[in-house]
């Protein structure tokens, strides 16, 4: 008998199991692991695609768009050659396609390119299911969610094997299927909402989670932001410029976002609540205004954009303990005159904006960086005095091609 309560603590039980898998012809090995005496934290996700929402820790999508994956990301990783596991609880049927995972990079957070993620499906008797290694899959036939459960993803610091597993009490864990992706580096959190204005991800936790010193340069945007006009991910320009830094990028830009709630449409309006706490990120970087200088339908004004904008960068000091000096306010992207025309139609507007109003919007960013002491960059002006900049913008006149992207990248680079 063992009577040392810690080595009790630390005994694995291994149960093998021989399966009969007619389509697999294989043996299986399931681990029952008995969870160390370390606290669980809280998962805590800021909107990273379309916006979620959080209730009592249960995360849904704001407002469901089957074309947009919700996607979201903590301010915590899992620390190279550290063991940890994140989970979340399956509460009720129906609860479907809430993918909670790892990510080698906090921008990989859609579905089939996070490093190893787990959700319960919504059809076929809610099947547990996978997506490792940049590859969407099932997990084993026969393996159905069971409400109540919690399910979750295990990485060894050793050797980085990836476990998906699943626990009726969030205290003792099987394995349902060793995952074939591994890693032993630093390893980001991620969740993807994705499948119906339903999908839920329920009191997401993790143990040995860390806050992420790394974790620098935080995105809030539009779809220039989010890449739109850049051939891929890699040529936009937030991620041009957090390469060259060597730092993270966090990407939460959001196409078609405004900042004023004033659209008479539909139209994503920024919700302040998501901005991420502050840990010890590098800086928070907002760039919106390009979308509430097209709409130009009589109630979105420069006037309440700059209200606005100041009681955000009120709140981010205030209530996510932001330093002033560490948040970087942008003036609207420039776009062309085919750009300012292509919102004629949209949310009312029946007029065309201009460069007069384009500068009303650029100034009011500066008069409340200048208020707020935080930093700033007229990206409007300098835009617009370089030469050739029309043959740098996409065709629709608003979103920059690779070669616009990376002029905004290099000129940060350049003064920040």
Known sequence: MIT????MKKLLIILFITLSCKSYGQVQFFMLQKE???AAIDITFSSASTSLTNTAKVFTPSSFNSSFGHEGLDTKKLPSGV??????????????????????TYALRDYNLMLAGIYVGGAGGNPVGKSQGGAGSNISPGVNGIVGNYYGVYRDGSS???RFQTSTDGTTWTDLEISSATSTADLFIVCDLYGASSTKLSFPKGINIKADSVYSYVFIGNSISYG???SDTAHRWTTLFSSSKGKVEVNMGISGQVLENGTVCSR????????????????LV?????????????????SVYQTTLDSIVGYAISAKGWNSTKIIL????YITTTGYSSFVGSCSVTTAADTTRHQAYSTAVISVATSRGTQSVDIYTYMKNTSGIDTMISSDGVHPNNTGHALIADYLISIL
Do not use: C, H
């Open 330 to 333: 942008l003036t609207p992207f």
């Open 36 to 38: 160390s005496t370390v």
């Open 4 to 7: 040392n309560k810690k080595t």
């Open 160 to 162: 980085g094997q990836i």
């Open 286 to 302: 907002i760039a919106l205004g390009v979308n509430d200088v097209g709409l130009n339908n009589g109630t979105m004004t420069s």
């Open 228 to 230: 739109v006009g850049a």
């Open 268 to 283: 994503t309006v920024f919700d302040e609540t998501t901005i991420p706490a502050y840990i010890s990120q590098t800086a």
């Open 83 to 104: 063991t940890g596991r994140i989970w979340f609880k399956y509460v009720a049927t129906g609860d479907a396609d809430a993918i909670l995972g790892f990510s080698t």
